[in-house]
């Protein structure tokens, strides 16, 4: 249970391992340092290991790591699997339920004794000699009637032994009339208790094949047949029945046929029994033997042979092995019954000797029989388990005796279990030690001797201690071994796998398809797993055994539903009032295991209030004493979440526990800890706690939770913990965190009765909008879903206000697109009126009522970007939200009353929808196949712009009023969806601000979407949520329109028009003041009717009930009559539950050695590090090489505009002027794989980049719209089949501006720092780290031109230079304070538009920027006075410019000026950045020629010239060309603008290269051997191949 820890915290979840574990990295100087770089020397490995470095590859020191351990940001658990629980994960719900719902017990007991002892029966001939102990009796020792009192005495001794709280009366020898009463009476004792009826016919003749046993008359003259019909007539149901008589099988197959007969007639007659008595075809029976069979007679044994194993099955073990295996010397057959000990002390050699039998017993049933008949056998009653257990050695003994024993119901034969032969062995342990022991317990008299001096001599006793058995220790050492030699590893369906599961139920079946079975299932579990229970029973063994119960659930959950069907659980159950501190840390992880299988534990903790063994581990003012303490509190945290979830005991349980100081613990822990995984699971206790708890509300409100919280979102790395509080505050605010689907949040913060409404209402609003801004931009899916989740349940309690706030959002939407611009819109009037409708003229009240206005202006406006989240769950999810507003404000009185501009759009949006029915069924809309969705574009394309950069409307009465034009979408696509039109209809989700597509194939959506739609009409919804896999198809086809369609809706609308007596202002009072009374009565306590201090906030309005009657009509209570899909409800509870699920002890395969992930990852190691070795040669030979070899060309179906190359991989991907991308093999020219980006229309992808490189890799995808997309399993070869997937989306560029020149977003990829640095058509560059997935800086450029290029500093994570379009070129010191003096320097050398700007290969303060006027300035950040060298290459126009990272290369081609039929590529050299001069010695100009080592054109395929932008020089025209080098091989790729892709470069020659590479470098030989060549590795002998990876 060890975990990675760093100096910041310690962290579970694999996938997260390195969020903050970064590993220490070279520190570079600062600008104004003055020491060189280090000369770049073939013979030095510095090159490489810097290079290595640049990658991750390496450690800071130029030691490779020992184990593979890379940061991979964008592709853990949170992005693969969306933040939603897998669908895996739901298989567990289908295994059966493990705990007992029909426990019966055993109450009374009959002992049939039918022996009559004097004679034999007729047709039994006795063998001489018989056997003829009865009872452990000898009749002959006795008289008769002596001897059958004791032998029925015995019998009942025996069988209470099994079970002391049974009570048992004999019957010897009865009549058939005592027959008939004792059983009727036996019944009527035991109700509906189940009773036992023990059968002895050792008397009496055989059992009759018509199922007659034979009883005797008063006078003991004649035998008396019992017929079984009228027997269970008398007994009833339940019974056990044991029958101990020759041909025993008659009773058996005889029962069977009239049990069926007699539950038929029941069931003919009544359906069923009338009493609920379960069918007499349930009872269970064990025979003797079958009905060919006469029971033994050996003379060893006794006469009841199977009535003795049963009771006593000890003694007969020991008799069996006694006479079957060769007894030890000194051990006699009497001996055998002087064993001492008791039964029920597992100390002494008789109880342990019980103990291992119970063991033996227990695992053969476990491992020969089915789980049903084993629970119920062997778990249901524990007088039936005793008799099952020794009906196993019965079986043994009487088989070698020609005899049967059988059951019902029926049991394949153990007699001949591996197991037997441990049990053997223990008993031959105790045998051998028997006759010491005997003569220990009970020592001879010795006399007293008198010696000298008349001293008396006293003998020494004798003394001898037992030698435990050693059964359980070995089989505790197999079980270790099972677990640490693979047992808990997954194989393939097989022998020796368990089954695999069934067909997925309704239930728990995916809406998205089938879920493919796996191709791996578990081993079969390990045999001595019963034996593990046993061992929990023994204070010794305990500590070992809970360490392996340990390992052994934490599995998964097929192996907790294991241990719950074994039985373990009542006894873990009992050990949490044990007082030792070591079984803290096994106890906490075993229960955390144990709960997130089945929640229902946590009616079990509420007993005896142990969930406080788990509260008092978060206690911070005492030590816990534990190893891993943030580990234990936050499974600690995690239980008591469980306990509170849909649990209104638990919740109060842990509200009043010490006078409420558990809040107070999880208040500390967030405020103290480190630790991400306890702060998350104190965060989701929290919101379970409060989740529809008024009362836990006000009491975490006035500890100060929801500041917390609000704390958590602005200062933590870890998206889960700020998606937790974010949930938390969702909550709070109203959601539901049920696992129940039909249970939905309402009642706001509840009652609050310590504040006014005024305090409430800023406390609701004031968490709300605070969160929603903390979060607004943040970079995580997960955390903005929860954004949504919180909205809604803010949307639910307040829909009057959100009401007002859309009719106002469009009013002044439509003002501020209309011509007349001098008055104010209707929106305005209104709500000048409202504020002056007020009863108060104080004017603080009335900017409090305008300030709450203005919180749901905000949430609304947050809404609609949210609906255009460039994540498809997120933009479903507030799509749900937006429209159910929408449609509240359709149905709304703003929609009827004189003035509006909503009826009269929503009029023509109706009629335009008539008129061109016919035409609709091309604009339906389509599902991906990884669930996500796109709407066909409607004629008029929303607005890109942002809403901080929308149009502004007049707004006198709320100055601080945030507009966006997404409201006019939002209401056409309603107002389309409400009048039920075919398009409307078919549209899924009919999202309001939804993108264009550029492409008609969709765009990738993420591996698991679980949002679902919600229309707010009925019959529009989508029938099931979008659960898909990667794998899965889906598609979706809305039903049928709304029943209220077309001209009915019209209709009605217009035939409700309101008079000319009700204003705007009067709607928008009595909306509001709805929702305000609805918040006083929220408040009012049920015991008192009280609601809190102050006055009511709706009293300070004009409300005249009478006069709103018909408003009331015509939909003051908008929203009514809608589907009610809000709140919505959030699953980050059940994805965070997943981590209890999931095994935490064993090793990733990726990193176990000997895996195939492990293998194929460190082959890929290995070749990566041959790739950077020959990097560092091949770039130092470049520049004096040819650079004319072509390496291949093919022909793209479109223009290139962004390219970047796979450092490692032979992958190019390649993105067109819209939405394209493509990634082909530079290798072979194939397509690996094409893809929509989806960005919308008008806009294209301007930025690429390869992440996660040395594990395959990840594609980010920038386009113009201020947009970064990334996507996963790219590489078929990499995703094992599965299509591309969306892992993470988010708003890179949260404003921007326009541009003469637009260039979208320009982004720069670190891969050590995981930062993503992204400028463009902005006044700001920001610095995203992708592993918290925020926001870490903001810089303002103080430009009014875009970022036209950003190149991050390879030595130093504080530095980064950027150029713009106005020429400069800004060094930027992420380390400043303030934005002012974040810019370093300001260097203006170019006066045009920079191309690119890139630092000098080797070097940090050296830096090549080239502008489109034709100007390469090579510039030394140290020398201000200007460039060390110029190069004037196309003065017409630079159309493309990079510098090779590994080369002292450049590249440079033409823009497509007047030479528009050719494009023109140079290649320039230029001096090392160790050879320059110091700055100050250069002049600044040429240092060397101009002459390029390469100057070559390339037919350009256009027909036509491209056209000059006004802003550029004169004869400077911008190309359309793309190009780039490869990070790693010595050649440039160049994209024509006829979509002819060429790779040039240099030709080495490989034994020049291996020469090389072998002298310089041969320190760095790979440990395999191989430096280049065939990709393999070496495993001893033996070599694993594997196919060239692209």
Same mark, same amino acid.
């Given at each position: 249970m060890q975990r990675w820890e760093s100096n910041g915290g310690s962290w579970d979840d694999r996938d997260e391992r390195h969020l903050r574990g970064r590993r220490s990295r070279r520190e570079d100087s600062t600008l104004d340092s003055e020491d060189e770089s280090s000369p770049v020397t073939v013979q030095s490995f510095s090159d490489f290991s810097e290079s290595a470095r640049s990658l991750g590859l390496v450690d800071?020191?130029?030691?490779?790591?020992?184990?593979?351990?890379?940061?991979?940001?964008?592709?853990?658990?949170?992005?693969?699997?969306?933040?939603?629980?897998?669908?895996? @994960?739901?298989?567990?719900?289908?295994?059966?339920?493990?705990?007992? @719902?029909?426990?019966?017990?055993?109450?009374?007991?009959?002992?049939?004794?039918?022996?009559?002892?004097?004679?034999?029966?007729?047709?039994?001939?006795?063998?001489?000699?018989?056997?003829?102990?009865?009872?452990?009796?000898?009749?002959?020792?006795?008289?008769? +009637?002596?001897?059958?009192?004791?032998?029925?005495?015995?019998?009942?001794?025996?069988?209470?032994?099994?079970? +002391?709280?049974?009570?048992?009366?004999?019957?010897?020898?009865?009549?058939?009339?005592?027959?008939?009463?004792?059983?009727?009476?036996?019944?009527?004792?035991?109700?509906?208790?189940?009773?036992?009826?023990?059968?002895?016919?050792?008397?009496?003749?055989?059992?009759?094949?018509?199922?007659?046993?034979?009883?005797?008359?008063?006078?003991?003259?004649?035998?008396?047949?019992?017929?079984?019909?009228?027997?269970?007539?008398?007994?009833?149901?339940?019974?056990?029945?044991?029958?101990?008589?020759?041909?025993?099988?008659?009773?058996?197959?005889?029962?069977?046929?009239?049990?069926?007969?007699?539950?038929?007639?029941?069931?003919?007659?009544?359906?069923?029994?009338?009493?609920?008595?379960?069918?007499?075809?349930?009872?269970?029976?064990?025979?003797?033997?079958?009905?060919?069979?006469?029971?033994?007679?050996?003379?060893?044994?006794?006469?009841?042979?199977?009535?003795?194993?049963?009771?006593?099955?000890?003694?007969?073990?020991?008799?069996?092995?006694?006479?079957?295996?060769?007894?030890?010397?000194?051990?006699?057959?009497?001996?055998?019954?002087?064993?001492?000990?008791?039964?029920?002390?597992?100390?002494?050699?008789?109880?342990?000797?019980?103990?291992?039998?119970?063991?033996?017993?227990?695992?053969?049933?476990?491992?020969?029989?089915?789980?049903?008949?084993?629970?119920?056998?062997?778990? @249901?009653?524990?007088?039936?388990?005793?008799?099952?257990?020794?009906?196993?050695?019965?079986?043994?003994?009487?088989?070698?005796?020609?005899?049967?024993?059988?059951?019902?119901?029926?049991?394949?034969?153990? +007699?001949?279990?591996?197991?037997?032969?441990?049990?053997?062995?223990?008993?031959?342990d105790i045998i051998k030690q028997l006759p010491d022991l005997i003569k220990s317990a009970n020592p001879p008299k010795q006399q007293t001797l008198e010696i000298m001096e008349g001293k008396p001599f006293i003998p020494t006793p004798f003394k001898y201690e037992y030698k435990s058995s050693s059964f359980f220790t070995d089989h505790l050492t197999a079980f270790e071994h099972w677990m640490s030699q693979g047992g808990g590893a997954l194989i393939k369906v097989g022998s020796w796998s368990m089954p695999p599961l069934e067909k997925l139920d309704e239930e728990g079946s995916s809406p998205g398809g089938d879920i493919p079975r796996p191709e791996l299932v578990p081993r079969k579990p390990p045999a001595q797993l019963p034996i593990l229970l046993q061992v929990l029973l023994s204070q010794a063994h305990r500590m070992r055994a809970l360490t392996l119960l340990c390992q052994f659930v934490d599995l998964g959950p097929w192996a907790v539903h294991l241990v719950l069907e074994i039985g373990i659980y009542p006894y873990v159950q009992k050990l949490l009032v044990s007082p030792q501190s070591d079984l803290k840390p096994l106890l906490i992880f075993i229960w955390s295991r144990l709960i997130a299988f089945d929640k229902s534990c946590q009616v079990d903790l509420l007993r005896e209030s142990q969930f406080t063994y788990f509260a008092t581990i978060l206690d911070y003012s005492s030590p816990i004493g534990l190893v891993n303490t943030f580990e234990h509190r936050a499974m600690c945290a995690f239980i008591l979440a469980s306990l509170c979830r849909d649990h209104l005991q638990g919740q109060a349980a842990c509200l009043n526990w010490n006078k409420g100081t558990l809040i107070d613990f999880y208040h500390y822990h967030l405020t103290n800890s480190s630790d991400f995984l306890l702060k998350q699971w104190c965060c989701l206790a929290i919101a379970q706690m409060w989740d529809g708890n008024n009362d836990a509300k006000e009491q975490a409100t006035l500890q100060s939770i929801p500041a917390r919280l609000l704390g958590l979102l602005q200062d933590d790395v870890s998206c889960e913990v700020r998606a937790a509080a974010l949930y938390a505050i969702a909550i709070y605010c109203g959601a539901s965190g049920s696992a129940n689907p039909e249970v939905n949040g309402e009642g706001g913060t509840g009652r609050m009765s310590h504040l006014t409404e005024e305090e409430h209402l800023e406390l609701e609003f004031g968490s709300a909008v605070e969160a929603i801004r903390i979060i607004k931009t943040d970079a995580s899916p997960i955390v903005r879903k929860e954004a949504v989740v919180l909205i809604s349940a803010l949307v639910n309690d307040w829909r009057g206000y959100f009401i007002v706030a859309a009719w106002v959002q469009w009013e002044e939407d439509k003002a501020a697109k209309s011509s007349d611009t001098g008055n104010s819109s209707i929106a305005d009037l209104a709500l000048d009126d409202w504020i002056k409708g007020l009863k108060s003229k104080s004017t603080d009240m009335k900017k409090r009522h305008r300030k709450f206005l203005n919180y749901t202006f905000f949430l609304l406006t947050q809404l609609y970007d949210l609906a255009a989240d460039p994540h498809v769950e997120v933009a479903t999810l507030a799509s749900t939200v937006v429209d159910f507003i929408t449609a509240m404000l359709l149905e709304s009185p703003f929609a009827r009353i004189r003035g509006t501009t909503v009826r009269s759009s929503t009029s023509s949006t109706l009629n335009s929808r008539n008129r061109k029915a016919s035409a609709s069924v091309t604009a339906s809309a389509s599902v991906s196949r990884q669930g996500s969705t796109t709407n066909i574009a409607p004629s008029t394309p929303p607005s890109l712009q942002r809403a901080d950069s929308a149009p502004q409307a007049p707004n006198r009465s709320f100055p601080g009023l945030m507009r966006t034009s997404s409201i006019a979408s939002a209401l056409g696509s309603l107002a389309n969806l409400a009048m039920g039109t075919q398009s409307a209809a078919n549209t899924a989700p009919p999202s309001p601000s939804h993108s264009y597509q550029s492409d008609v194939d969709l765009p990738p959506g993420p591996a698991i979407n679980l949002a679902r739609y919600l229309s707010p009409y009925p019959r529009l919804s989508s029938p099931e949520p979008y659960i898909t896999t990667s794998s899965s198809l889906s598609s979706y086809s809305a039903g049928s329109p709304s029943p209220l369609a077309n001209g009915q809706v019209a209709a009605q609308y217009e035939s409700h028009n309101l008079t000319d007596e009700y204003t705007p202002s009067d709607i928008v009072t009595a909306l509001i003041s709805r929702d305000l009374i609805r918040f006083t009565s929220r408040r009012r306590s049920p015991e008192t009717g009280l609601s809190g201090p102050g006055q009511h906030l709706w009293h300070e309005y004009n409300v005249d009930k009478t006069r709103f009657s018909d408003l009331e009509d015509m939909g003051l209570d908008a929203g009514a009559s809608l589907v009610q899909t809000l709140p919505l409800k959030s699953r980050l509870y059940d994805w965070c539950l997943e981590y209890y699920k999931e095994p935490q002890m064993r090793h990733l395969d990726e990193d176990e050695p000997g895996s195939l992930p492990y293998t194929r990852q460190m082959w890929r190691r290995a070749r990566d590090e041959e790739i950077l070795r020959k990097t560092i040669v091949s770039g130092q030979q470049a520049p004096s090489r040819s650079w004319t070899h072509t390496i291949s060309t093919w022909k793209l179906p479109f223009t290139p505009k962004s390219m970047t190359f796979h450092h490692f991989d032979s992958h190019v991907a390649v993105a067109n002027e819209a939405a394209h991308v493509s990634v082909y093999d530079w290798r072979s020219t194939n397509r690996v794989t094409s893809f929509n980006n989806g960005n919308p229309r008008g806009t294209g992808v301007t930025s690429l980049h390869f992440v996660n490189e040395a594990f395959g890799g990840a594609l980010v995808v920038g386009s113009s719209d201020g947009v970064v997309r990334i996507y996963n399993n790219y590489d078929p070869a990499y995703g094992d089949g599965q299509p591309v997937q969306l892992v993470s989306g988010f708003r890179a560029l949260s404003t921007m501006t326009q541009a003469t020149r637009s260039v979208g977003l320009v982004s720069e990829w670190n891969q050590p720092l995981t930062r993503l640095l992204c400028g463009g058509d902005s006044e700001r560059i920001y610095d995203?780290?992708?592993?918290?997935?925020?926001?870490?800086?903001?810089?303002?450029?103080?430009?009014?031109?875009?970022?036209?290029?950003?190149?991050?500093?390879?030595?130093?994570?504080?530095?980064?230079?950027?150029?713009?379009?106005?020429?400069?070129?800004?060094?930027?010191?992420?380390?400043?304070?303030?934005?002012?003096?974040?810019?370093?320097?300001?260097?203006?050398?170019?006066?045009?538009?920079?191309?690119?700007?890139?630092?000098?290969?080797?070097?940090?303060?050296?830096?090549?920027?080239?502008?489109?006027?034709?100007?390469?300035?090579?510039l030394d950040l140290r020398y201000t006075a200007g460039a060390v060298q110029t190069w004037e290459v196309y003065p017409q126009g630079l159309g493309a410019f990079d510098v090779h990272p590994n080369s002292n290369v450049f590249l440079a081609s033409s823009s497509l000026g007047r030479s528009w039929r050719n494009q023109a590529v140079s290649l320039y050299t230029f001096t090392p950045a160790q050879q320059q001069p110091r700055p100050g010695q250069g002049d600044g100009s040429y240092l060397q020629p101009p002459i390029p080592i390469l100057s070559t054109n390339f037919p350009s395929g256009i027909t036509a010239p491209s056209r000059t932008s006004s802003s550029l020089p004169p004869n400077v025209s911008l190309g359309q060309s793309v190009a780039t080098f490869h990070p790693a091989e010595m050649f440039y790729a160049l994209g024509t603008p006829d979509g002819t892709m060429r790779l040039q470069g240099c030709q080495f020659t490989k034994s020049k290269i291996s020469a090389v590479h072998s002298d310089s470098i041969s320190s760095t030989t790979l440990s395999n051997g191989h430096s280049s060549g065939t990709a393999y590795f070496e495993r001893g002998n033996s070599q694993i191949d594997f196919p060239t990876i692209r």
């Amino acid at each position: 249970m060890q975990r990675w820890e760093s100096n910041g915290g310690s962290w579970d979840d694999r996938d997260e391992r390195h969020l903050r574990g970064r590993r220490s990295r070279r520190e570079d100087s600062t600008l104004d340092s003055e020491d060189e770089s280090s000369p770049v020397t073939v013979q030095s490995f510095s090159d490489f290991s810097e290079s290595a470095r640049s990658l991750g590859l390496v450690d800071s020191d130029g030691s490779l790591p020992d184990s593979i351990q890379l940061q991979k940001p964008w592709l853990y658990k949170r992005h693969l699997t969306n933040g939603n629980p897998s669908p895996s @994960q739901a298989r567990h719900n289908q295994f059966h339920q493990w705990r007992l @719902q029909d426990k019966l017990k055993t109450g009374n007991g009959a002992i049939v004794v039918c022996l009559n002892l004097d004679i034999d029966p007729p047709d039994v001939v006795k063998t001489q000699p018989c056997a003829v102990l009865e009872g452990w009796i000898d009749p002959r020792k006795l008289g008769s +009637a002596k001897a059958l009192e004791a032998i029925g005495k015995n019998l009942c001794q025996q069988f209470q032994s099994l079970n +002391a709280r049974i009570r048992y009366k004999p019957f010897l020898d009865p009549s058939i009339d005592e027959t008939r009463r004792f059983c009727i009476n036996l019944r009527k004792s035991a109700k509906e208790e189940r009773l036992c009826f023990y059968y002895n016919g050792h008397g009496v003749p055989k059992p009759t094949s018509s199922g007659e046993l034979w009883v005797f008359n008063k006078t003991y003259s004649q035998y008396i047949p019992v017929s079984l019909y009228d027997l269970q007539s008398w007994l009833g149901s339940p019974v056990v029945y044991v029958w101990d008589c020759s041909a025993a099988g008659n009773l058996v197959q005889n029962f069977i046929k009239y049990a069926k007969k007699r539950d038929e007639e029941a069931i003919a007659r009544h359906g069923g029994y009338p009493d609920g008595a379960p069918p007499h075809s349930s009872a269970i029976q064990l025979a003797a033997c079958l009905a060919s069979e006469t029971l033994p007679m050996a003379p060893d044994m006794p006469a009841d042979m199977f009535t003795s194993c049963l009771t006593s099955p000890i003694e007969m073990a020991l008799r069996f092995h006694y006479l079957h295996q060769n007894p030890p010397p000194g051990v006699t057959m009497d001996m055998l019954h002087e064993v001492p000990g008791d039964l029920k002390d597992r100390r002494t050699p008789l109880g342990e000797l019980n103990w291992i039998f119970t063991a033996v017993t227990d695992t053969i049933a476990w491992t020969s029989f089915s789980r049903p008949i084993f629970k119920r056998l062997f778990r @249901q009653d524990l007088l039936v388990a005793a008799l099952f257990r020794n009906f196993l050695l019965a079986e043994r003994v009487m088989r070698n005796y020609h005899c049967t024993p059988h059951t019902i119901p029926g049991l394949p034969s153990t +007699a001949t279990h591996p197991l037997w032969a441990a049990w053997d062995r223990s008993l031959e342990d105790i045998i051998k030690q028997l006759p010491d022991l005997i003569k220990s317990a009970n020592p001879p008299k010795q006399q007293t001797l008198e010696i000298m001096e008349g001293k008396p001599f006293i003998p020494t006793p004798f003394k001898y201690e037992y030698k435990s058995s050693s059964f359980f220790t070995d089989h505790l050492t197999a079980f270790e071994h099972w677990m640490s030699q693979g047992g808990g590893a997954l194989i393939k369906v097989g022998s020796w796998s368990m089954p695999p599961l069934e067909k997925l139920d309704e239930e728990g079946s995916s809406p998205g398809g089938d879920i493919p079975r796996p191709e791996l299932v578990p081993r079969k579990p390990p045999a001595q797993l019963p034996i593990l229970l046993q061992v929990l029973l023994s204070q010794a063994h305990r500590m070992r055994a809970l360490t392996l119960l340990c390992q052994f659930v934490d599995l998964g959950p097929w192996a907790v539903h294991l241990v719950l069907e074994i039985g373990i659980y009542p006894y873990v159950q009992k050990l949490l009032v044990s007082p030792q501190s070591d079984l803290k840390p096994l106890l906490i992880f075993i229960w955390s295991r144990l709960i997130a299988f089945d929640k229902s534990c946590q009616v079990d903790l509420l007993r005896e209030s142990q969930f406080t063994y788990f509260a008092t581990i978060l206690d911070y003012s005492s030590p816990i004493g534990l190893v891993n303490t943030f580990e234990h509190r936050a499974m600690c945290a995690f239980i008591l979440a469980s306990l509170c979830r849909d649990h209104l005991q638990g919740q109060a349980a842990c509200l009043n526990w010490n006078k409420g100081t558990l809040i107070d613990f999880y208040h500390y822990h967030l405020t103290n800890s480190s630790d991400f995984l306890l702060k998350q699971w104190c965060c989701l206790a929290i919101a379970q706690m409060w989740d529809g708890n008024n009362d836990a509300k006000e009491q975490a409100t006035l500890q100060s939770i929801p500041a917390r919280l609000l704390g958590l979102l602005q200062d933590d790395v870890s998206c889960e913990v700020r998606a937790a509080a974010l949930y938390a505050i969702a909550i709070y605010c109203g959601a539901s965190g049920s696992a129940n689907p039909e249970v939905n949040g309402e009642g706001g913060t509840g009652r609050m009765s310590h504040l006014t409404e005024e305090e409430h209402l800023e406390l609701e609003f004031g968490s709300a909008v605070e969160a929603i801004r903390i979060i607004k931009t943040d970079a995580s899916p997960i955390v903005r879903k929860e954004a949504v989740v919180l909205i809604s349940a803010l949307v639910n309690d307040w829909r009057g206000y959100f009401i007002v706030a859309a009719w106002v959002q469009w009013e002044e939407d439509k003002a501020a697109k209309s011509s007349d611009t001098g008055n104010s819109s209707i929106a305005d009037l209104a709500l000048d009126d409202w504020i002056k409708g007020l009863k108060s003229k104080s004017t603080d009240m009335k900017k409090r009522h305008r300030k709450f206005l203005n919180y749901t202006f905000f949430l609304l406006t947050q809404l609609y970007d949210l609906a255009a989240d460039p994540h498809v769950e997120v933009a479903t999810l507030a799509s749900t939200v937006v429209d159910f507003i929408t449609a509240m404000l359709l149905e709304s009185p703003f929609a009827r009353i004189r003035g509006t501009t909503v009826r009269s759009s929503t009029s023509s949006t109706l009629n335009s929808r008539n008129r061109k029915a016919s035409a609709s069924v091309t604009a339906s809309a389509s599902v991906s196949r990884q669930g996500s969705t796109t709407n066909i574009a409607p004629s008029t394309p929303p607005s890109l712009q942002r809403a901080d950069s929308a149009p502004q409307a007049p707004n006198r009465s709320f100055p601080g009023l945030m507009r966006t034009s997404s409201i006019a979408s939002a209401l056409g696509s309603l107002a389309n969806l409400a009048m039920g039109t075919q398009s409307a209809a078919n549209t899924a989700p009919p999202s309001p601000s939804h993108s264009y597509q550029s492409d008609v194939d969709l765009p990738p959506g993420p591996a698991i979407n679980l949002a679902r739609y919600l229309s707010p009409y009925p019959r529009l919804s989508s029938p099931e949520p979008y659960i898909t896999t990667s794998s899965s198809l889906s598609s979706y086809s809305a039903g049928s329109p709304s029943p209220l369609a077309n001209g009915q809706v019209a209709a009605q609308y217009e035939s409700h028009n309101l008079t000319d007596e009700y204003t705007p202002s009067d709607i928008v009072t009595a909306l509001i003041s709805r929702d305000l009374i609805r918040f006083t009565s929220r408040r009012r306590s049920p015991e008192t009717g009280l609601s809190g201090p102050g006055q009511h906030l709706w009293h300070e309005y004009n409300v005249d009930k009478t006069r709103f009657s018909d408003l009331e009509d015509m939909g003051l209570d908008a929203g009514a009559s809608l589907v009610q899909t809000l709140p919505l409800k959030s699953r980050l509870y059940d994805w965070c539950l997943e981590y209890y699920k999931e095994p935490q002890m064993r090793h990733l395969d990726e990193d176990e050695p000997g895996s195939l992930p492990y293998t194929r990852q460190m082959w890929r190691r290995a070749r990566d590090e041959e790739i950077l070795r020959k990097t560092i040669v091949s770039g130092q030979q470049a520049p004096s090489r040819s650079w004319t070899h072509t390496i291949s060309t093919w022909k793209l179906p479109f223009t290139p505009k962004s390219m970047t190359f796979h450092h490692f991989d032979s992958h190019v991907a390649v993105a067109n002027e819209a939405a394209h991308v493509s990634v082909y093999d530079w290798r072979s020219t194939n397509r690996v794989t094409s893809f929509n980006n989806g960005n919308p229309r008008g806009t294209g992808v301007t930025s690429l980049h390869f992440v996660n490189e040395a594990f395959g890799g990840a594609l980010v995808v920038g386009s113009s719209d201020g947009v970064v997309r990334i996507y996963n399993n790219y590489d078929p070869a990499y995703g094992d089949g599965q299509p591309v997937q969306l892992v993470s989306g988010f708003r890179a560029l949260s404003t921007m501006t326009q541009a003469t020149r637009s260039v979208g977003l320009v982004s720069e990829w670190n891969q050590p720092l995981t930062r993503l640095l992204c400028g463009g058509d902005s006044e700001r560059i920001y610095d995203w780290d992708a592993m918290s997935e925020r926001c870490i800086t903001v810089l303002q450029t103080e430009e009014n031109f875009p970022v036209t290029s950003i190149a991050s500093n390879p030595y130093s994570r504080r530095t980064f230079i950027a150029g713009f379009g106005s020429g400069a070129i800004k060094v930027f010191d992420t380390r400043a304070g303030s934005l002012q003096t974040a810019c370093a320097q300001n260097r203006r050398e170019h006066r045009a538009y920079i191309t690119n700007v890139r630092y000098q290969p080797g070097a940090d303060r050296q830096i090549l920027s080239a502008s489109v006027d034709g100007l390469v300035h090579l510039l030394d950040l140290r020398y201000t006075a200007g460039a060390v060298q110029t190069w004037e290459v196309y003065p017409q126009g630079l159309g493309a410019f990079d510098v090779h990272p590994n080369s002292n290369v450049f590249l440079a081609s033409s823009s497509l000026g007047r030479s528009w039929r050719n494009q023109a590529v140079s290649l320039y050299t230029f001096t090392p950045a160790q050879q320059q001069p110091r700055p100050g010695q250069g002049d600044g100009s040429y240092l060397q020629p101009p002459i390029p080592i390469l100057s070559t054109n390339f037919p350009s395929g256009i027909t036509a010239p491209s056209r000059t932008s006004s802003s550029l020089p004169p004869n400077v025209s911008l190309g359309q060309s793309v190009a780039t080098f490869h990070p790693a091989e010595m050649f440039y790729a160049l994209g024509t603008p006829d979509g002819t892709m060429r790779l040039q470069g240099c030709q080495f020659t490989k034994s020049k290269i291996s020469a090389v590479h072998s002298d310089s470098i041969s320190s760095t030989t790979l440990s395999n051997g191989h430096s280049s060549g065939t990709a393999y590795f070496e495993r001893g002998n033996s070599q694993i191949d594997f196919p060239t990876i692209r």
